[in-house]
């Protein structure tokens, strides 16, 4: 984890892209966190000491109740909010998938959505919207 990162932004994050064939698992934020109702990739912040992989892992467990394998890191981002995100594929197994179980006081809902649905959604989250098109060319090209 790249320390000077930590000092220039308010927040560092990680988010998690789990792809089912040309679907992605996506969340609805809950009404208590920031940007509330928002559709985004699941994800979060990395704590101090922890690396990109285990604050993925950690992540996705605390929200969504299952464990993740971290693939790859594709894409880095700034928001307009001051945070910097590392953007990685992740893989789930079904068994793994099977444990979905949404903490409420993050996540609302849980959709797979492509890439085109996320785009036209009317509730997704601006930071994610901005990503969409190199993440479709790193993914699918």
């Known amino acids: 984890m790249d320390a000077e990162k930590f000092k220039k932004y308010d927040r560092v994050g990680v988010i998690a892209l789990i792809r089912r064939g040309e679907k992605f698992l996506v969340i609805q934020r809950s009404e208590s966190v920031r940007a509330p109702l928002t559709w985004c990739f699941p994800g979060g912040g990395i704590e ?5 992989e285990q ?11 299952f464990c993740v394998t971290p693939l790859e890191r594709i894409y880095e981002s700034e928001t307009p909010w001051n945070v910097y995100l590392y953007w990685w594929t992740a893989a789930v ?7 979905l179980h949404i903490s409420p006081k993050e996540v609302k809902s849980v959709e797979w959505m492509t890439l085109d649905e996320l785009r036209t959604h009317p509730d997704t989250l601006e930071s ?9 060319e790193k993914i699918f090209d």
């Open 93 to 99: 197994s079904d068994e793994e998938l099977s444990r």
């Open 128 to 136: 994610n919207l901005s990503a969409l098109d190199i993440l479709r």
């Open 48 to 52: 101090n000491g922890e690396t990109e």
């Open 55 to 65: 604050a993925l892992v950690r992540e996705i467990l605390e929200e969504l109740g």
